[in-house]
């Protein structure tokens, strides 16, 4: 497996609890791919079983709607995207484009799903590291709703809907 494949992801948030032989492992089921500016990783509405890594430049989160595009979020190397559609292959709500010149690897689950069987514990650590992640996205998503409800009850702001 390339140096450059097991490198990123020894620095990545999914070898947070691997041993280097297990990197080595899971390496052989990650790829990298490279993206130029504004090429989609993911489309909006699409259904998709993979995890992707930011590893080098930043992949926007975006939302399209009749009325506007909107950047939701801007991912930089080291966050993970794709890590609950990675577990349930539901249609994405908003699509991933890169953000100038990109790298990141990526996990099939089909391909991670190989390891069950010969490497359990890499996969038991990994599945932690996701939710890990998963974790903090919740908990920051949280702490941003309880702040909007202040501000609206703090300053009697209203949302005027259509």
């Known amino acids: 497996m390339a140096t450059a494949t097991i490198d990123a992801l020894s620095k990545s948030p999914l070898a ?3 041993t280097p032989s297990e ?4 390496s052989g089921v990650v790829r990298v791919r490279a993206l130029q500016d504004g090429e989609l ?3 909006q509405g699409s259904r998709d079983s993979h995890l992707h890594v930011v590893v080098t430049g ?6 399209v709607s ?7 979020y801007r991912l930089e190397p080291g966050d993970l995207v794709g890590e609950l559609s990675f577990m349930d292959a539901e249609p994405r709500y908003a699509a991933l484009s ?3 010149p990109t790298e990141v690897l990526v996990l099939a689950r089909g391909d991670f799903e190989t390891l069950i069987e010969r490497s ?3 996969v038991y650590k990994v599945m932690r590291a996701i939710m890990r992640v998963a974790h903090r996205v919740q908990r920051r998503l949280s702490v941003q709703l309880q702040d909007a409800e202040h501000y609206i009850y703090r300053t009697g702001a209203k949302f005027v809907g259509d």
Do not use: D, F, N
């Open 16 to 18: 947070a609890e691997l």
């Open 23 to 26: 990197v080595q492992v899971l």
């Open 58 to 63: 930043q992949v926007e989160v975006v939302h």
């Open 41 to 43: 990783l993911v489309p």
């Open 98 to 100: 890169a953000a100038g």
């Open 120 to 122: 359990p514990w890499i």
């Open 66 to 72: 009749e009325y506007a595009r909107t950047v939701l």
